[in-house]
Nanobody
Framework: QVQLVESGGGLVQAGGSLRLSCAAS????????MAWFRQPPGEEREFVAN???????IYTDSVKGRFTISRDNAKNTVYLQMNTLKPEDTAIYYC?????????????????WGQGTQVTVSS
């Protein structure tokens, strides 16, 4: 059974940075698509970014140029570097893993989920 554990969330002022980490255990995920989603207060869970097994990446438009997803296969960990944070980035951020090498941006394409980490950006 795969377990994903996020860390690195917190409270930051607008314009600041945070780095989220997602540590996987239970199996090696180096050939799986890994992703970050977020759920703002009162809204649906939404796609943020993903990374395929050959390190191709996709980002939602609102974070392009500000967020960077990366992975360290030796550590079985995926990261989300978030710069120039805005109040609208406030959400619970979830790490997700797919059994597929080439998953897209839909929630239902992902098989494993972390418990989430809160990111709050103050204005």
């Amino acid at each position: 059974q795969v377990q994903l554990v996020e860390s690195g969330g917190g409270l930051v002022q607008a314009g600041g940075s945070l780095r989220l980490s997602c540590a996987a255990s239970g199996r090696t995920l180096s050939t799986n698509t890994m992703a970050w989603f977020r759920q703002p207060p009162g809204e649906e869970r939404e796609f943020v970014a993903n990374i395929w097994w050959l390190d191709s990446t996709i980002y939602t438009d609102s974070v392009k140029g500000r967020f960077t997803i990366s992975r360290d296969n030796a550590k079985n960990t995926v990261y989300l570097q978030m710069n120039t944070l805005k109040p609208e980035d406030t959400a619970i951020y979830y790490c997700a893993a797919s059994r597929s090498r080439y998953s897209g941006i839909a929630v239902n394409e992902y098989d494993y989920w972390g418990q989430g980490t809160q990111v709050t950006v103050s204005s």
